[in-house]
């Protein structure tokens, strides 16, 4: 009876062993990015319309990957770049623009031209402006 006793506690041990590492495995996987309050609503800005300033902040910036915010008072300005890319027929899609808690979520995507499509043989470089309402949080980008 006693070799019964000691196999019942040695099971009870792995079980309670097993059932802690069950729960140290699901709490690393745990997704805690900021939940989203609400979508943003949003314009893409054509370049005739990007402020003067900003214009000049992006062409200075353009032959690298850059990613900015700028304000003029009205509305926020949300910029990404993708630096120079050896081609033309880039575009520049925007997958996500919402506010969470504490900050605003920026995701776009680059596009490469189609197969079959002619780019050119000259460089781009290829950024996207958009414009929102006027808020203080910070952009991430993602």
Same mark, same amino acid.
């Given at each position: 009876?006693?070799?019964?006793?000691?196999?019942?506690?040695?099971?009870?041990?792995?079980?309670?062993?097993?059932?802690?590492?069950?729960?140290?495995?699901?709490?690393?996987?745990?997704?805690? %990015?900021?939940?989203? /309050?609400?979508?943003? $609503?949003?314009?893409? +800005?054509? @370049?005739? &319309?990007?402020?003067?300033?900003? *214009?000049?902040?992006?062409?200075?910036?353009?032959?690298?990957?850059?990613?900015?915010?700028?304000?003029?008072?009205?509305?926020?300005?949300?910029?990404?770049?993708?630096?120079?890319?050896?081609?033309?027929?880039?575009?520049? %899609?925007?997958?996500? /623009?919402?506010?969470? $808690?504490?900050?605003? +979520?920026? @995701?776009? &995507?680059?596009?490469?031209?189609? *197969?079959?499509?002619?780019?050119?043989?000259?460089?781009?470089?290829?950024?996207?402006?958009?414009k929102t309402e006027l808020l203080e949080?910070?952009?991430?980008?993602?």
């Open positions: 009876m006693g070799r019964i006793s000691r196999g019942k506690k040695a099971l009870a041990a792995v079980l309670f062993l097993w059932v802690v590492l069950a729960n140290c495995l699901a709490g690393c996987t745990r997704n805690d %990015a900021p939940e989203k /309050l609400r979508d943003l $609503e949003f314009t893409v +800005v054509g @370049d005739g &319309e990007v402020p003067e300033e900003l *214009k000049n902040i992006i062409g200075e910036k353009q032959a690298a990957p850059f990613k900015l915010t700028y304000s003029d008072g009205q509305g926020l300005y949300i910029v990404q770049g993708y630096g120079e890319q050896e081609t033309g027929g880039y575009s520049i %899609a925007v997958r996500q /623009l919402y506010l969470t $808690e504490d900050s605003i +979520v920026f @995701d776009a &995507e680059l596009i490469g031209p189609e *197969k079959g499509e002619d780019g050119g043989t000259e460089k781009s470089y290829p950024y996207i402006v958009v949080n910070p952009v991430v980008f993602q």
